[in-house]
C-alpha cells in the first residue's frame, strides 16, 4: 500500500522533473523566435522588437510548429552548409518538444506498491487511441533521463546560437540587401 509521505515525495519529485523539462526547453523555444525574427526583420531593431513581440504573442495564431517551418526553410534556402552540418537539427528540436509536451500534459502513474519506487523515477502515463484502439504510452523519467535532456537543450543552443550568429552577419552584409 502506498504511504502518504510516499506519495508526497513523488509528486514532489514529479514536479521538480517536470520544472526542468519546460524551464530547459524554453531556450530553445525563444532560440527559435529569435532566429525567425532577426532573419525576417534584417536586423532592423524597431522591426526585430515588433516582429518578435508578433510571433510569441498567444493571440498572434503561430504555433511552434509553424515557427519551425519557417526555421526548416530559412536554414534550407539560406544557410546549406550551416544545414549540411547540422542535419538534425530540425528534428531534434522537435523531439526535445516533443518530450516536453510529454511532461507537461501526462499524468503520474502510482504503483500499486510503494516499493516500486525507487525513490528517483516518476512514471508519466497516458492512454491515447492509435487507429480507434486505447494504448496506453509512457516516459521514465529520472535524473538519467533530466540530465540527458539538459545535455540535448545545451547542445541546441549553442547550435541555434551559432545560426542566429550567421543570421546577423548575413543581414549585416550589404550585399545581401540588394
Request: net charge positive; glycine share 4%; with cysteine.
Amino acid at each position: 500500500m502506498m504511504t502518504q509521505q510516499t506519495l508526497e515525495k513523488m509528486s514532489r519529485l514529479c514536479a521538480n522533473y517536470r520544472g526542468t523539462i519546460i524551464h530547459e526547453t524554453i531556450f530553445i523555444e525563444t532560440g527559435v523566435d529569435t532566429c525567425v525574427t532577426e532573419f525576417l526583420s534584417g536586423s532592423n531593431s524597431a522591426r526585430v522588437e515588433d516582429l518578435y513581440r508578433l510571433l510569441v504573442h498567444k493571440q498572434s495564431g503561430v504555433s511552434f510548429s509553424s515557427k519551425m517551418l519557417m526555421l526548416t526553410y530559412i536554414v534550407k534556402n539560406y544557410f546549406q552548409e550551416f544545414d549540411k552540418r547540422n542535419k538534425d537539427l530540425t528534428q531534434s528540436i522537435n523531439s526535445l518538444i516533443e518530450i516536453r509536451n510529454m511532461a507537461a500534459h501526462r499524468k503520474m502513474k502510482i504503483p500499486k506498491d510503494f516499493s516500486e519506487f525507487d525513490g528517483e523515477t516518476i512514471n508519466l502515463h497516458w492512454v491515447s487511441t492509435k487507429k480507434g484502439l486505447p494504448k496506453e504510452e509512457g516516459i521514465k523519467m529520472n535524473l538519467k533521463f533530466i540530465n540527458d535532456v539538459i545535455a540535448e537543450r545545451n547542445r541546441l543552443h549553442t547550435t541555434l546560437t551559432e545560426l542566429y550568429e550567421l543570421i546577423k552577419q548575413e543581414n549585416g552584409n550589404p550585399e545581401n540587401n540588394k
